[in-house]
């Protein structure tokens, strides 16, 4: 079984700073993604950043970045220039690629809150 | 065109009702989840299908808890005698290929409260 972990429940940082998201995750499979979702008091999630396991490079999306480590386990996201905009929970989660069996495998959350 | 829409938004049950929730994908995604988000937690998977075919039904709690996607587009989850434990946030997500690694589209969700 997959389990993904965040280890932080909450952050709060000013706004323009950059903040950096911790994730690490189990798994006994090769192939597979990773991804942050954003979740914003609104409830509806929607995606950050995908990384798809194979590639070394790392996936950015303007200013958000992820520091991928296979070998650790690890899927930190970094969000620069922070924006009032970003408070919301943020959800890291992994798949096994293939038939999309078994659904996203979700961490519990790192609650973001963009001080003004 | 319209994103993930589920319906109702909110709903209470009294304990050992019957409930059924909505869930109209983006039109032409082959596949279809469900989740359970209890209250502080993360999403949590309870079934998959691909088209109309359930390929995964492995998180579903209970056989109280049953879906169906006849037709391949809209979905229905039902739970039968509702219990307070199945209060949670029930969220539907559609992709549209039925690999793993593509982009899952979330609706607004249904909330459900069983008093």
């Known amino acids: 079984a997959q389990t993904v972990t965040q280890s932080q429940p909450e952050m709060s940082v000013q706004e323009a700073e950059t903040v950096t998201l911790s994730c690490t995750y189990d798994?006994?499979?090769?192939?597979?993604?990773l991804f942050w979702y954003k979740q914003p008091p609104s409830r509806q999630m929607i995606l950050v950043i995908r990384q798809e396991a194979y590639k070394q490079q790392n996936a950015t999306e303007n200013r958000f970045s992820v520091n991928f480590q296979k070998a650790a386990k690890s899927f930190s996201l970094k969000i620069s220039d922070s924006q009032l905009g970003d408070t919301a929970m943020y959800f890291c989660?992994?798949?096994?690629?293939?038939?999309?069996?078994?659904?996203?495998?979700f961490g519990k959350g790192t609650h973001l809150i963009i001080q003004p | 065109g319209a994103g993930v829409s589920q319906s109702p938004r909110y709903k209470v049950a009294k304990r050992g009702q019957d409930v059924a929730l909505r869930c109209d994908p983006i039109s032409g995604h082959v596949s279809l989840f469900w989740y359970q988000q209890a209250l502080g937690q993360g999403p949590e998977f309870l079934t998959y299908?691909?088209?109309?075919?359930?390929?995964?039904k492995s998180g579903l709690p209970s056989d109280r808890f049953f879906a169906e996607r006849p037709e391949g587009s809209v979905s229905t989850l039902k739970i039968q005698r509702t219990q307070q434990e199945d209060s949670a946030v029930y969220l539907c997500?559609?992709?549209?290929?039925?690999?793993?690694?593509?982009?899952?589209?979330f609706g607004p969700g249904t909330r459900l409260t069983v008093t």
């Open positions: 798994t006994s499979e090769n192939n597979y993604y």
């Open positions: 997500a559609s992709s549209l290929w039925a690999s793993g690694g593509h982009e899952q589209y």
């Open positions: 989660a992994f798949i096994i690629s293939g038939g999309g069996a078994d659904g996203l495998t």
């Open positions: 299908f691909q088209n109309e075919a359930q390929l995964d």
